[in-house]
């Protein structure tokens, strides 16, 4: 005869997730690349609200199996009634999980950095053309192409200037300084009458966007609670997305009216002076705090945006990795010659390299072009579209990246671009009809933009961060970002050229093999960093904390 079991509601809600009340923990000590970290069960999860009640169950499955006691059945009913009931809610609590909203408005800041990257970054697209007759240098490539890139030139130097600051100013006031070249190269700009002027204006904005590009990242890092900082650190993505977007907009105009450019210039100074004031009430680094040995502060930050409940635990954890005499202050660039900094600056730069000769902005470039092709004739409508696809997926990056785990992503990203270069390959190199081939086309440009923006993007900035250790985080950041923007300048350098002398087809497939090189190498190189803390990634990979425990 057949039987059926019953489950108390209990048993049931602790079915749905058996292994919610541990997390995957530390690191196997073994070397630095390896990539399959061993569980370890041992460590309950501290944000999990299961565990206590796990506990209380295997406590009560004990007692049954006792000799029963008839005296006492009603109050054991009532013990059960009554775990349930906290079973109950909490997993209504997990359903209500607002852990991530003390330190949301505090990142949200800070990614208005990012919204001023993004703004900049499209705030040339449509107007050039109008700005070159303006000023004087319509017809010239070599001008319109330098009015371009000495904005990149400034990132650069801002980039390896970024590192020094934040190690003696902190991450609020570094933010706070660096909007004066923001603000004041967004007004030369507006008001530029000569090309010389411009060329400052966009020298100085990029110099600004160069040190903030570097800092977000990090200072999300530092910021967000472990359980949440892929998630918040995806707000560096959707910053950037809602800057192109907002840019794009706004340059619509721009193509009935030659002047509207100063108009749009003098717009982007205006969230500079937003991101100056909000850092006034944003909270500094605690780690940033403990390495200036201002611990007192850094308990008071902890408590306000993580938790009374993680203040002694987060301050033993600093305390493993960093020295509270502010010696890790006085950090030098000759260290990234060692391990295992070193290795982490290899790999940041790495990143960057095989995410730019990916062809993100050689894309990003065509798009309009493509678009051309199925009868989007305005630049400023096609890059719209375009930037509302890279929205979506940084908004899929948003609800995935601490849910499926850094190297997925990269891995998944990067291929998904792979197969996107090579439909457009197909589109372009196949004898197919014109509107097939078209819309062909038009998918591939669409799934590579997504894609990217679903991990290429967005993974790359925050996994740096995470990987480094806490006193080098800040120039090897600066490191890796700067290896970033000489491989952008050399891609938009040479992007057209390589177009005209070999076509569309091979670039694009060229494209596509970096891609697979790219997923190639998260897969072997990347180790997952969801759900640990910056000080556990950083006693697990580095050798001299493996050699302290070892010998303990």
Same mark, same amino acid.
Request: hydrophobic residues 45%; negative net charge.
């Given at each position: &005869?057949?039987?059926?079991?019953?489950?108390?509601?209990?048993?049931?809600?602790?079915?749905?997730?058996?292994?919610?009340?541990?997390?995957?923990?530390?690191?196997?000590?073994?070397?630095?690349?390896?990539?399959?970290?061993?569980?370890?069960?041992?460590?309950?999860?501290?944000?999990?609200?299961?565990?206590?009640?796990?506990?209380?169950?295997?406590?009560?499955?004990?007692?049954?199996?006792?000799?029963?006691?008839?005296?006492?059945?009603?109050?054991?009913?009532?013990?059960?009634?009554?775990?349930?009931?906290?079973?109950?809610?909490?997993?209504?609590?997990?359903?209500?999980?607002?852990?991530?909203?003390?330190?949301?408005?505090?990142?949200l800041t800070a990614s208005m950095s990012n919204f001023l990257f993004g703004y900049h970054i499209g705030v040339m697209n449509g107007p050039i053309l109008s700005i070159a007759k303006e000023l004087g240098f319509e017809g010239n490539s070599f001008l319109e192409g330098l009015v371009v890139s000495i904005f990149i030139?400034?990132?650069?130097?801002?980039?390896?200037?970024?590192?020094?600051?934040?190690?003696?100013?902190?991450?609020?006031?570094?933010?706070?300084?660096?909007?004066?070249?923001?603000?004041?190269?967004?007004?030369?700009?507006?008001q530029a009458h000569s090309i010389e002027e411009m060329l400052l204006g966009r020298f100085l904005v990029g110099l600004g966007i160069g040190v903030n590009t570097v800092l977000v990242p990090i200072y999300i890092s530092e910021v967000a609670p472990t359980k949440y900082r892929g998630s918040l650190g995806s707000l560096c993505q959707i910053g950037t997305c809602v800057g192109i977007i907002a840019s794009l907009c706004q340059a619509i105009p721009s193509e009935n009216d030659p002047h509207w450019w100063r108009t749009m210039?003098?717009?982007?100074?205006?969230?500079?002076?937003?991101?100056?004031?909000?850092?006034?009430?944003?909270?500094?680094?605690?780690?940033?705090?403990?390495?200036?040995?201002?611990?007192?502060?850094?308990?008071?930050?902890?408590?306000?945006?993580?938790?009374?409940?993680?203040?002694?635990?987060?301050?033993?954890?600093?305390?493993?990795?960093?020295?509270?005499?502010?010696?890790?202050?006085?950090?030098?660039?000759?260290?990234?010659?060692?391990?295992?900094?070193?290795?982490?600056?290899?790999?940041?730069?790495?990143?960057?390299?095989?995410?730019?000769?990916?062809?993100?902005?050689?894309?990003?470039?065509?798009?309009?072009?493509?678009?051309?092709?199925?009868?989007?004739?305005?630049?400023?409508?096609?890059?719209?579209?375009?930037?509302?696809?890279?929205?979506?997926?940084?908004?899929?990056?948003?609800?995935?990246?601490?849910?499926?785990?850094?190297?997925?992503?990269?891995?998944?990203?990067?291929?998904?671009?792979?197969?996107?270069?090579?439909?457009?390959?197909?589109?372009?190199?196949?004898?197919?009809?014109?509107?097939?081939?078209?819309?062909?086309?038009?998918?591939?440009?669409?799934?590579?933009?997504?894609?990217?923006?679903?991990?290429?993007?967005?993974?790359?900035?925050?996994?740096?961060?995470?990987?480094?250790?806490?006193? &080098?985080?800040?120039?090897?950041?600066?490191?890796?970002?700067?290896?970033?923007?000489?491989?952008?300048?050399?891609?938009?350098?040479?992007?057209?050229?390589?177009?005209?002398?070999?076509?569309?087809?091979?670039?694009?497939?060229?494209?596509?093999?970096?891609?697979?090189?790219?997923?190639?190498?998260?897969?072997?190189?990347?180790?997952?960093?969801?759900?640990?803390?910056?000080?556990?990634?950083?006693?697990?990979?580095?050798?001299?904390?493996?050699?302290?425990?070892?010998?303990?």
């Amino acid at each position: &005869m057949q039987t059926t079991r019953n489950f108390n509601p209990m048993q049931r809600a602790l079915a749905v997730h058996p292994f919610q009340c541990f997390y995957t923990p530390r690191f196997d000590p073994k070397p630095y690349f390896y990539n399959s970290p061993k569980i370890n069960t041992q460590y309950p999860c501290p944000h999990s609200t299961s565990f206590s009640f796990s506990r209380e169950l295997k406590i009560t499955a004990a007692n049954k199996q006792q000799p029963p006691d008839i005296i006492n059945s009603e109050n054991r009913d009532d013990e059960n009634e009554l775990l349930q009931e906290k079973v109950i809610s909490a997993a209504a609590n997990d359903e209500m999980d607002l852990g991530w909203l003390p330190a949301f408005p505090h990142v949200l800041t800070a990614s208005m950095s990012n919204f001023l990257f993004g703004y900049h970054i499209g705030v040339m697209n449509g107007p050039i053309l109008s700005i070159a007759k303006e000023l004087g240098f319509e017809g010239n490539s070599f001008l319109e192409g330098l009015v371009v890139s000495i904005f990149i030139g400034g990132a650069f130097i801002g980039s390896i200037a970024s590192g020094s600051l934040v190690d003696k100013l902190g991450y609020r006031r570094t933010f706070q300084i660096d909007t004066v070249p923001l603000i004041l190269g967004a007004i030369v700009s507006a008001q530029a009458h000569s090309i010389e002027e411009m060329l400052l204006g966009r020298f100085l904005v990029g110099l600004g966007i160069g040190v903030n590009t570097v800092l977000v990242p990090i200072y999300i890092s530092e910021v967000a609670p472990t359980k949440y900082r892929g998630s918040l650190g995806s707000l560096c993505q959707i910053g950037t997305c809602v800057g192109i977007i907002a840019s794009l907009c706004q340059a619509i105009p721009s193509e009935n009216d030659p002047h509207w450019w100063r108009t749009m210039l003098y717009i982007a100074s205006v969230p500079g002076f937003i991101l100056a004031l909000g850092m006034q009430f944003s909270v500094e680094s605690p780690r940033w705090l403990c390495k200036a040995g201002r611990l007192d502060e850094a308990k008071e930050v902890i408590r306000n945006i993580w938790g009374s409940s993680e203040v002694d635990k987060a301050i033993e954890e600093f305390g493993s990795v960093i020295k509270n005499d502010g010696s890790d202050l006085d950090s030098s660039w000759l260290e990234l010659l060692e391990e295992p900094h070193s290795r982490v600056a290899t790999i940041g730069g790495a990143l960057f390299v095989l995410q730019q000769f990916a062809g993100i902005n050689g894309v990003l470039y065509f798009s309009s072009l493509t678009f051309k092709d199925v009868g989007i004739s305005s630049n400023a409508l096609a890059s719209l579209y375009v930037g509302l696809t890279n929205f979506a997926g940084a908004l899929c990056a948003l609800y995935l990246m601490d849910k499926q785990g850094r190297q997925r992503l990269l891995v998944g990203s990067y291929a998904g671009m792979a197969l996107s270069m090579f439909l457009i390959v197909c589109a372009i190199s196949f004898p197919l009809e014109g509107e097939i081939s078209n819309n062909l086309s038009i998918l591939g440009t669409i799934l590579y933009i997504f894609t990217f923006a679903v991990g290429a993007g967005p993974v790359t900035g925050l996994i740096i961060p995470e990987l480094s250790s806490s006193r &080098m985080r800040g120039k090897i950041m600066g490191f890796s970002f700067s290896v970033h923007w000489v491989c952008n300048f050399l891609v938009g350098l040479f992007f057209l050229e390589l177009v005209e002398k070999f076509g569309v087809a091979p670039v694009y497939g060229s494209f596509g093999a970096f891609s697979l090189m790219a997923a190639a190498f998260a897969y072997y190189f990347i180790v997952e960093t969801k759900g640990r803390s910056l000080e556990e990634i950083e006693m697990s990979l580095n050798p001299n904390f493996q050699g302290k425990r070892n010998s303990e």
